[in-house]
């Protein structure tokens, strides 16, 4: 699974980085975004390439799109 956040419709509450701190990061802008394979913020929110979810992480990562108040993180193909 990849995913990236979009970032015009995050609220910035942080439930995502509440679940998987070490997927996603709340930024100084109040914004969430993903991070990349070393752990780095990404810019733009991951979008629109995103980064990817390994195995290990996938079901907090269902709890966060579940329950992320934007309806923002977005889900791309495999
Ligand atoms: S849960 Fe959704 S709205 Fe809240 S900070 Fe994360 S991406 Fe933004």
Do not use: K
């Not at 990817?52 to 799109?65: E, F, H, K, P, Y």
Request: proline letters at 6%.
């Amino acid at each position: 699974m990849r995913i990236y956040v979009d970032q015009l419709d995050c609220t910035g509450a942080g439930q995502c980085e509440q679940l998987a701190p070490d997927v996603f990061a709340l930024l100084d802008d109040g914004l969430a975004t993903v991070r990349d394979a070393d752990g780095e913020p990404m810019a733009d929110g991951g979008a629109p390439s995103g980064a990817v979810v390994d195995a290990s992480r996938t079901a907090r990562v269902l709890d966060a799109i579940d329950v992320c108040p934007g309806a923002c993180i977005r889900r791309l193909p495999d």
